[in-house]
C-alpha cells in the first residue's frame, strides 16, 4: 500500500467549474502537508501547504485536510484553461526525515 | 530567474555509460534534495543535503547513484553504469529552513 493515495484521473471539467481534488494518506505522522501543480514536462511548483486539519485559503484555491480521516483535498473555484496540469499531493512524516512523500498525481483538463 | 535550475534538461545516453546532473538550488537556500519522477508517478525522494553534509538517503539510491554538494552550494547527481530502469525525471528541490521545497525544471533522462 502507497503512504498517499491518489487516483490519477483524467478529470475533465468544463471551464468555470469547481473542482475537486482529492487524497488519502496512511502515516498518522505526517505533519506537513501540501499540494504542488506540475504542467506537462515542467518541474513541480508549490501551490498550497499546511500543518494543520481544517481549511486554507488562497485566492481561487482551497487545501483542506481531515488528520482524524487522513484525508488531504484541494477545492479550485471558478476553474480555468490554464488550471489543466497534474496536481500532486502529499506529505512529510514526523521525526527527523525531510523528505516529501507524493501521491501519483490526479491530471486535471479544464474545457474552455 | 532566481529559481532552482539544473542541467542538462534532457540527457540520452546508451545503458552502461555514467552521466551527471547538477543543480543550482535558490541563492542562500541551505537545504538541498534530489528526486527521481517516473511518468504517471509522483515524484519520489533520493537525497537530502544540508549545507555540504549529506544527512539523509533514501534506500531507491543504489550503490551506482552517488550526489554531491560539495561548497553547499550546487550539487551534482551521478549514475555510473546507467540502466534502461534509470530513466525517469530527475528533480532538484531547495529550502531555506521550513518544509516547503521549491523545484526546478527537472533532468530528463533517456536511457537507450
Known amino acids: 500500500q502507497k503512504e498517499v493515495e491518489q487516483d490519477p484521473g483524467p478529470l475533465s471539467v468544463p471551464e468555470g467549474a469547481i473542482v475537486s481534488l482529492n487524497c488519502t494518506y496512511s502515516n498518522s505522522a505526517f505533519q506537513y502537508f501540501m499540494w504542488y501543480r506540475q504542467y506537462s514536462r515542467k518541474g513541480p511548483e508549490l501551490l498550497m501547504y499546511?500543518?494543520?486539519?481544517g481549511n486554507k485559503e488562497d485566492g481561487r484555491f482551497t487545501a483542506q485536510v481531515d488528520k482524524s480521516s487522513k484525508y488531504i483535498s484541494l477545492f479550485i473555484r471558478d476553474s480555468q484553461p490554464s488550471d489543466s496540469a497534474t496536481y500532486l499531493c502529499?506529505?512529510?512524516?514526523?521525526?527527523?526525515?525531510?523528505?516529501?512523500?507524493f501521491g501519483t498525481g490526479t491530471l486535471l483538463a479544464v474545457q474552455p | 530567474d532566481t529559481g532552482v535550475s539544473q542541467d542538462p534538461r534532457h540527457k540520452i545516453t546508451k545503458r552502461g555509460q555514467n552521466v551527471t546532473f547538477r543543480c543550482d538550488p535558490i541563492?542562500?537556500?541551505?537545504?538541498l534534495y534530489w528526486y527521481r519522477q517516473t511518468l504517471g508517478q509522483g515524484p519520489e525522494f533520493l537525497t537530502y543535503?544540508?549545507?555540504?553534509?549529506?544527512?539523509?538517503k533514501s534506500r531507491l539510491l543504489s550503490d551506482r547513484f552517488s550526489a554531491e554538494r560539495p561548497k553547499g552550494s550546487f550539487s551534482t547527481l551521478e549514475i555510473q553504469r546507467t540502466e534502461q530502469g534509470d530513466s525517469a525525471m530527475y528533480l532538484c528541490a531547495s529550502s531555506l529552513l521550513g518544509d516547503e521545497q521549491f523545484f526546478g525544471p527537472g533532468t530528463r533522462l533517456t536511457v537507450l
Open positions: 543535503f544540508q549545507n555540504e553534509a549529506q544527512l539523509e
Open positions: 541563492s542562500e537556500h541551505n537545504r
Open positions: 499546511t500543518y494543520s486539519s
Open positions: 502529499g506529505g512529510r512524516p514526523g521525526g527527523a526525515t525531510n523528505k516529501l512523500i
